[in-house]
């Protein structure tokens, strides 16, 4: 069941749609439970937002749906542009190594933030096709402007596997190029399966297609990579 429904909120166990994650008595304020699993609606309703976020990161699929259907997703916007930037300066380091030139470093750094970018808006953009591909009612059901922001904020959130990027950038010149190699696969496998679970989770695909769903949004990540290398050797080849 999608986060955008008539219904403002969903359940984070199963995703059943709810009308409210909390009642209010005369004197208390308790959560209230899924009519479907009799699960609490929403447990990170009065979690700290550092908690939902390791969760997150742990591929707790509960966070996920809190984060992008239940949560104030303001927060999530800055930790984005936080990683966007930690991302380039990763990619930048990667590319030019530990060189004095500072003027280069800083126009590869911003070139760096361009290549992300574009990488961004065409993972949204190839996971929108998916959306109209495998469930074109629900899209025309939710709206255009709808889908976007989901498939926005689940790309947003998959990022957050950039944090692990921070060990390669404080010890890397304490490691070999296979350590390094390593870490960047090992980093790019948990992004994938971040997004896997992120889009899954929204329920704007459809559910009764769901391993052609993960199959296609492997394949999306894969045409993002590859534009991702195509990208990287041209600003290789420019810069050097």
């Given at each position: 069941m999608s986060c955008e429904n008539?219904?403002?909120?969903?359940?984070?166990?199963?995703?059943?749609?709810?009308?409210?994650?909390?009642?209010k008595y005369s004197n208390t304020v308790k959560p209230t439970h899924c009519e479907k699993c009799n699960q609490i609606t929403d447990k990170y309703i009065e979690v700290e937002e550092f908690i939902?976020?390791?969760?997150?990161?742990?591929?707790?699929?509960?966070?996920?749906?809190?984060?992008?259907?239940?949560?104030?997703?303001?927060?999530?916007?800055?930790?984005?542009?936080?990683?966007?930037?930690?991302?380039?300066?990763?990619l930048c380091r990667q590319k030019r190594g530990d060189g004095s030139n500072s003027a280069l470093h800083e126009?590869?750094?911003?070139?760096?933030?361009?290549?992300?970018?574009?990488?961004?808006?065409?993972?949204?953009?190839?996971?929108?096709?998916?959306?109209?591909?495998?469930?074109?009612?629900?899209?025309?059901?939710?709206?255009?402007?709808?889908?976007?922001?989901?498939?926005?904020?689940?790309?947003?959130?998959?990022?957050?596997?950039?944090?692990?990027?921070?060990?390669?950038?404080?010890?890397r010149s304490n490691t070999t190029d296979f350590g390094r190699n390593l870490h960047y696969m090992l980093v790019t496998g948990h992004h994938l399966?971040?997004?896997?679970?992120?889009?899954?989770v929204v329920g704007i695909s459809n559910s009764h297609l769901r391993w052609l769903t993960i199959i296609l949004v492997i394949s999306a990540f894969?045409?993002?990579?590859?534009?991702?290398?195509l990208v990287a050797f041209k600003m290789e080849l420019y810069l050097s």
């Open positions: 008539r219904k403002k909120y969903v359940c984070v166990s199963c995703g059943n749609p709810t009308r409210e994650l909390i009642k939902i976020l390791i969760d997150a990161l742990l591929l707790v699929s509960a966070a996920f749906r809190h984060m992008i259907c239940n949560g104030n997703f303001k927060l999530y916007w800055k930790i984005s542009l936080v990683v966007l930037l930690l991302e380039s300066f990763a126009k590869g750094f911003y070139m760096c933030t361009l290549q992300n970018i574009g990488e961004y808006l065409l993972i949204t953009l190839l996971l929108f096709f998916i959306t109209a591909l495998l469930n074109m009612r629900q899209l025309t059901k939710i709206g255009l402007a709808s889908v976007t922001l989901i498939i926005l904020k689940v790309v947003a959130i998959s990022n957050f596997s950039k944090f692990f990027l921070l060990p390669i950038l404080v010890w399966c971040s997004l896997i679970i992120a889009y899954n894969a045409i993002k990579e590859y534009f991702r290398y």
